[in-house]
C-alpha cells in the first residue's frame, strides 16, 4: 500500500521539471539535439553551431550553397523541429 506522500521516481523528476520551470529549457535542448535527426546526416555534416535565443533558432553553416536551399525550406524544417519536441519552440531559423 502507497503512502499518500510516495511517488514514482518519474514523477519526481517531473514535479523537479515543474517547480523549477525547467520544461522550455529541456524542450530547447532536445530541439537542439533533433537538429540532424531532422535534416539528415549531409546538412549535419555542415553545421558548425546551433543554438536556439528566444523563439529563433540560430544555424551557422560552412557552405553558402547549403544555407541557400535551406531558406527555401526554413517554414518545412521549423513544423518539424517543432514537432520533434512535441511543442512550439521556434517561429524562426536564422542562418549564418
Same mark, same amino acid.
Given at each position: 500500500?502507497?503512502?499518500? $506522500?510516495?511517488?514514482?521516481?518519474?514523477? #519526481?523528476?517531473?514535479?523537479?521539471?515543474?517547480?523549477?520551470?525547467?520544461?522550455?529549457?529541456? $524542450?530547447? #535542448?532536445?530541439?537542439?539535439?533533433?537538429?540532424?535527426?531532422?535534416?539528415?546526416?549531409?546538412?549535419?555534416?555542415?553545421?558548425?553551431?546551433? %543554438?536556439?535565443?528566444?523563439?529563433?533558432?540560430?544555424?551557422?553553416?560552412?557552405?553558402? #550553397?547549403?544555407? $541557400?536551399?535551406?531558406?527555401? #525550406?526554413?517554414?518545412?524544417?521549423?513544423?518539424?523541429? $517543432?514537432?520533434?519536441?512535441?511543442?512550439?519552440?521556434?517561429?524562426?531559423?536564422? %542562418?549564418?
Amino acid at each position: 500500500m502507497k503512502k499518500s $506522500n510516495d511517488q514514482t521516481l518519474g514523477e #519526481a523528476i517531473q514535479e523537479l521539471i515543474k517547480t523549477y520551470r525547467l520544461e522550455d529549457k529541456l $524542450n530547447r #535542448a532536445r530541439l537542439v539535439k533533433s537538429w540532424e535527426s531532422v535534416t539528415g546526416e549531409l546538412i549535419s555534416k555542415h553545421t558548425e553551431k546551433i %543554438f536556439v535565443k528566444g523563439s529563433k533558432l540560430y544555424v551557422k553553416l560552412d557552405s553558402d #550553397a547549403l544555407k $541557400n536551399e535551406l531558406l527555401y #525550406a526554413r517554414t518545412k524544417l521549423i513544423k518539424m523541429l $517543432n514537432e520533434s519536441v512535441k511543442s512550439e519552440i521556434i517561429s524562426e531559423i536564422v %542562418f549564418l
